[in-house]
């Protein structure tokens, strides 16, 4: 018998984040501090060793566990993830794909590329009818939307850099998995929203199929939880070959997919060098290609550098329309450029050039908006629902970590491999499945992101540290599909420019604009004054959103302390000791 939890209303509204259910047994691994069946939701927390930030209660205080038993911050940032594939199964997965960067202690900076890969049997116009008609419903449902998937191979090639033993940092997730936990409203809510897809695209009917979820039932996943002692007991084999790969394949075989043994044997995480940048005195790292994160950063960041937007003001006319202006023409040159770099050669020190990012402003008007039809990518010589998944982690030993992971839409292609209890992603969508085709978050593309063999989807992933005198300052990221990088770009301008709390710069309302469609995205509240501005300079607005992503953020105070601060907009959590 359980409690009724105290509604967990959206978190957008600020409302009680407290809930509880009866049970009261503890997983005899887990800490004695961490009970999956009675927690509570925490927003903000100032801390001395420590700190842990992300999309699930539950996983942040995995993480920070992990930290009080002697790991580093790469460590807690992989039992974190762990954790949050168990109890966080709409983006958290092992059949999904990420980015992780990270300061290490030492000063080294590390950009790892563990992204999903187009199968061995993909091709460019696999998504096109005989008469070329796009059939965006095959690139985002089901079997035939599904990359190979790159977490499990990322988890093990950042473990170089830890110091437990993996056994131990996956242990919690497969306790979690096997036994149990509550699961919040939003959770609940989500699930019943999933049931008819769950029955239109499983060959296998999986455990999250139930006539109607509640808050405060308990998700009990055991096939997950062998699936991550296959992990634990036998490394990457334990995924990538053996009992996992056969049972990913059979459901291939059953659902009409692509992913092959040799799709799977073949996939390898790939560490790539950092995209950095330095904005007014702060040194910026963040994700390079194929995340196109760390490049529009850049490129957004620089094109307002010499603009003065701190006169302007938080959300005034003056200065939402200069970065709506500048998110504009970076987003032009995503749809162009930007690619796997394995695959095809970005310009990415143009696109990020001084003398590039003038010209790019050189029709900028400050009066009137810049139709997206007279914007075009820039000239150069020579020539992602948005149910992603972010962590912030950061330990006493001075090593940070921004994680940014995903299954594309919420829960992915919403099958779950048979047998296997996880959720493949749908990220074939995140390719140019034709030219000048949308994807389903509205972002458009070429050459550059055609699908091939092998080829890593071009992505909008944004794991950002900041770095002042060289050291940790700031740590986040969001998920939010397209609208990930013009969200940090949001976060970074409030907090460095407009000398914004941490929690207003998270937490005020956001908006969104990528070029195409030619439409500003509104997060509700904000102000309406500005909004009627804005329309008479000439913008278009698209629907109001309830939310726009989530982000993760750890600032490093000036007495050494870390605040970390989980955004209001879900089920976010921060911890730390």
Request: glycine share 10%.
């Amino acid at each position: 018998m359980k409690k009724n939890m105290i509604n967990i209303q959206p978190a957008i509204l600020y409302a009680a984040l407290l809930f509880t259910a009866c049970k009261t047994s503890r997983h005899s691994s887990l800490s004695s501090s961490v009970n999956p069946y009675q927690y509570s939701i925490q927003k903000k927390v100032v801390a001395e060793n420590g700190a842990v930030v992300s999309a699930h209660p539950l996983a942040s205080q995995v993480g920070v566990e992990i930290l009080k038993k002697g790991g580093n911050a790469i460590d807690a940032a992989i039992a974190t993830q762990l954790a949050l594939a168990v109890v966080y199964p709409n983006a958290g997965n092992i059949g999904g794909g990420g980015f992780m960067v990270a300061r290490l202690a030492n000063g080294e900076l590390l950009a790892l590329d563990y992204r999903e890969k187009a199968p061995g049997a993909a091709h460019r116009d696999m998504y096109l009818d005989p008469d070329g008609t796009p059939r965006t419903d095959k690139s985002r449902d089901g079997h035939l939307s599904a990359g190979v998937p790159g977490t499990v191979a990322g988890l093990f090639a950042a473990h170089r850099y830890g110091k437990l033993p993996f056994r131990e940092l996956i242990e919690p997730a497969i306790q979690l998995a096997e036994k149990g936990f509550a699961i919040t409203e939003n959770e609940a809510g989500a699930l019943n929203r999933l049931q008819d897809d769950l029955r239109k695209f499983n060959t296998i009917p999986p455990v999250f199929i139930k006539s109607q979820w509640k808050p405060g039932d308990t998700l009990i996943q055991k096939d997950l939880a062998r699936t991550l002692m296959r992990i634990r007991d036998n490394g990457l084999a334990g995924f990538y070959e053996g009992e996992t790969a056969r049972l990913i394949v059979e459901e291939m075989q059953r659902g009409g997919g692509i992913i092959t043994y040799e799709d799977l044997k073949n996939y390898k995480a790939v560490y790539r060098k950092p995209h950095v940048f330095t904005y007014k005195g702060y040194d910026i790292v963040s994700m390079p290609m194929p995340s196109s994160g760390g490049v529009l950063l850049n490129q957004m960041m620089k094109m307002i550098e010499d603009k003065n937007i701190a006169a302007m003001g938080f959300q005034t006319t003056q200065s939402v329309q200069l970065m709506i202006e500048v998110k504009r023409r970076a987003f032009a040159d995503r749809a162009k450029y930007m690619g796997d770099p394995d695959f095809y050669k970005v310009p990415v020190e143009q696109l990020c050039s001084p003398s590039y990012l003038k010209e790019r402003m050189r029709d900028y008007s400050p009066d009137k908006a810049t139709p997206s039809s007279e914007v075009k990518a820039g000239i150069i010589a020579g020539y992602e629902s948005e149910e992603t998944t972010h962590l912030s982690v950061i330990d006493k030993y001075g090593n940070a970590v921004a994680v940014t992971t995903t299954l594309n839409n919420s829960y992915g292609s919403r099958t779950v491999v048979g047998h296997a209890g996880f959720f493949l992603n749908d990220e074939m969508d995140d390719f140019s499945i034709k030219p000048g085709v949308p994807n389903m978050f509205g972002a458009v593309g070429g050459e550059a992101n055609a699908i091939q063999p092998g080829k890593r989807m071009l992505s909008s992933m944004t794991p950002t540290i900041v770095l002042k005198d060289k050291k940790p300052f700031l740590v986040l990221g969001t998920p939010g599909g397209t609208t990930i990088p013009t969200q940090i770009f949001q976060t970074l301008v409030n907090i460095l420019e407009f000398n914004m709390s941490t929690e207003d710069a998270v937490y005020k309302p956001k908006f969104h604009h990528q070029w195409l469609p030619d439409e500003v995205y509104l997060e509700r509240g904000f102000p309406e004054e500005v909004k009627k501005n804005l329309e008479k300079m000439g913008y278009r607005f698209g629907r109001e959103r309830f939310g726009i992503g989530r982000t993760e953020i750890i600032k490093v105070l000036a007495d050494g302390k870390f605040e970390a601060v989980a955004d209001i907009r879900g089920d976010d959590d921060a911890r730390g000791y």
